[in-house]
């Protein structure tokens, strides 16, 4: 076990996520996982949502640093806000991350199967991890490349009193097939130790990897995974969020995007 930091960081306008990549790696830090914040998939409703939600801030950024590892002064003076999560995480899944992170993100041909299609009608929202008018619009209405692009999905987690067994049936479940049989596959599971998610009673957090989000759509929108979202998920939890992340490399562009030309 080892402990990680993980970042939300708020730019400061015209600062790019190239230039503040490349300030943190001058500075000779390297961050186990980048990202670009893509948006919320689940906000939180209770646990830290004035910080996180407050004042209508834009998320930009996305780490996880190695626990010897903290954004430097300099860089901070390129930010507007951020928001930490100190957590242990399997010395294993960090050390191997980048080869394994790697394989998902530049799949070979044909080793992934399609989205599956809609089995349930949309709820009104996604709240509970559903799908809703308004997340099937959005995917509709991203440009294929981005559409099609794997996407991690940085789930945080507060447990009912007693209620944390509950939710490991879902997480086997969810690895059994409910989640891997739409492509998702847990990369980062923590225990959260410190920082201001510590603070404000959080309890673990998850990475897991979809091969896009319309893989993502499709899993939620199963008769299969809602009867055990419904079952184990959703009565063991306190509070949660998911926000979604495209991964980059160190210029700031997101890994093996299809089209350069495309934009978030």
Known sequence: MVLCNIHFVSLKDGISLGSFLGKLRRNGIKPVVQGRVVRWMIMPTELSAGHLLGRNIRW??????????FIPQEVLLDTKAVWNVSCGVSAKAVSGYASANAELLRPAPGSVAPPE??????SATSQNLETSPE???WIS??????????VSMLNLIAFRPGKKDMYKQYGAAFSGKAGSRHGGRVKIVGRVVGGQAQADGWDEI???????VQHFA?????KEY???NHQYRLPALRDTLILCVMEVDDDGNIVNLRSDREKL
């Open 226 to 228: 809602q009867e055990v």
């Open 218 to 222: 499709g899993m939620a929108a199963s």
């Open 141 to 150: 209405a991203l440009p294929a490349p981005l559409r099609e692009h794997p």
């Open 206 to 212: 998850t990475l897991v990897h979809y091969p896009s």
């Open 60 to 69: 930009d950024v996305f780490l996880i640093l190695k626990d010897t590892d």
């Open 117 to 122: 299609p809609h089995m349930l009608a949309p």
């Open 135 to 137: 997340l099937n619009e």
